[in-house]
């Protein structure tokens, strides 16, 4: 990237190199979201399986309205945590996906006002405009890679909980 559009590529890979950080912090609240949403659903499903086993009583003290009442209650948290996860993922995707393009976009108007040139031919364009796209992809990775790190740290914190739990 460098040897194809000189100083003005450091424009550009700052702009991701600076982004990449919130990539992380996206998907910390995706997994806290998602979490949140698995408490609830879990809440709700025991609700239902309670109710279910206590069908008979429960017809027949015609508690039926107050049941549906908590189970309606509970699903509408479920949606809110799947809500507010599915705007999350929008901005995520908005961000992350137009990122080489305003990495090249920076690194293209740098060229243009540095160098004495001041046209870009459309093999320098193309080439670049790849290498920001694989570079994209490369910390990308580099997120999830991180984000599987921090949920493996979590899974084992509680399995060693789980096993040194007294019996």
Do not use: C
């Not at 995706?30 to 949140?36: C, G, N």
């Not at 107050?66 to 509970?74: D, K």
């Not at 809110?80 to 908005?94: D, G, I, Q, T, V």
């Not at 040139?117 to 991180?146: M, N, P, T």
């Amino acid at each position: 990237l460098f040897s194809k559009i000189g100083l003005s590529s450091l424009f550009g890979i700052s702009y991701m190199v600076l982004i990449a950080p919130l990539n992380v912090m996206m998907r910390h609240q995706e997994h806290f979201l998602k979490k949140e949403n698995l408490k609830v659903k879990n809440k709700r499903i025991e609700k239902l399986g309670e109710i279910l086993k206590n069908i008979k009583t429960v017809k027949l003290l015609a508690w039926e309205g107050i049941f549906l009442q908590e189970i309606v209650e509970l699903r509408k948290k479920e949606l809110h945590f799947m809500r507010k996860n599915s705007w999350l993922l929008a901005f995520f995707s908005l961000i992350f996906d137009s990122m080489p393009f305003v990495a090249a976009l920076l690194a293209f108007s740098s060229f243009v006002w540095i160098t004495n040139i001041g046209y870009l031919s459309s093999e320098k364009i193309f080439v670049s405009l790849l290498l920001f796209i694989y570079l994209e992809d490369a910390l990308r990775q580099l997120a999830v890679a991180i984000s599987g790190l921090v949920t493996v740290r979590e899974s084992v914190k509680n399995i060693n909980k789980y096993l040194n739990f007294e019996e």
